[in-house]
């Protein structure tokens, strides 16, 4: 007999589990607040080292958007309990052309550095327009409609 299947530790897992699934739902629901919090603070501290400074650059206006798309994925994944894997990939998008404007600035002549952060940014934009493709042709039973991956 499977030590599962004797009835004192199945009666003992099955006022155990509960107790599990609980602590498990708490640390989800901490840990979304805190990145959330987390990010609330540092767009907040941006905008205001940008309000210091009198301007904001382009990169700056794109870190926003970074923060904004990160801000929109915990918020999809506290209500949908789905990672939104396109919003990663937006992200990854947004911070690879933040730093190819921040390169193409700083030097004066532009090499293989640049290439390779444009093929970067190509592959995530294929891999989003594959994630789009495959949502639409083959969705899940369990889609809400917001492409969650």
Avoid: C
Avoid at 15 to 20: A, C, F, L
Avoid at 67 to 94: A, C, D, K, Q, W
Avoid at 139 to 144: L, Q, T, V, Y
């Amino acid at each position: 007999m499977d030590r599962k299947e004797h009835p004192t530790v199945r009666r003992m897992l099955d006022r155990i589990d509960p107790i599990g699934y609980l602590l498990t739902e708490v640390f989800h629901l901490l840990g979304l607040f805190a990145i959330g919090g987390a990010t609330v603070w540092a767009a907040a501290k941006a905008f205001l080292d940008m309000t210091v400074r009198g301007h904001a650059t382009i990169e700056d206006l794109l870190l926003l958007f970074i923060y904004l798309e990160i801000g929109s994925m915990v918020g999809i994944y506290f209500r949908t309990n789905h990672m939104p894997v396109r919003f990663l990939l937006y992200v990854g998008i947004t911070a690879l052309t933040r730093h190819m404007i921040g390169y193409v600035q700083t030097e004066s002549i532009p090499d293989a550095g640049i290439l390779i952060l444009a093929g970067a940014t190509l592959t995530l934009s294929l891999a989003v327009l594959t994630i789009r493709y495959a949502s639409a042709r083959f969705p899940s039973k369990a889609s809400d409609g917001m492409d969650a991956e």
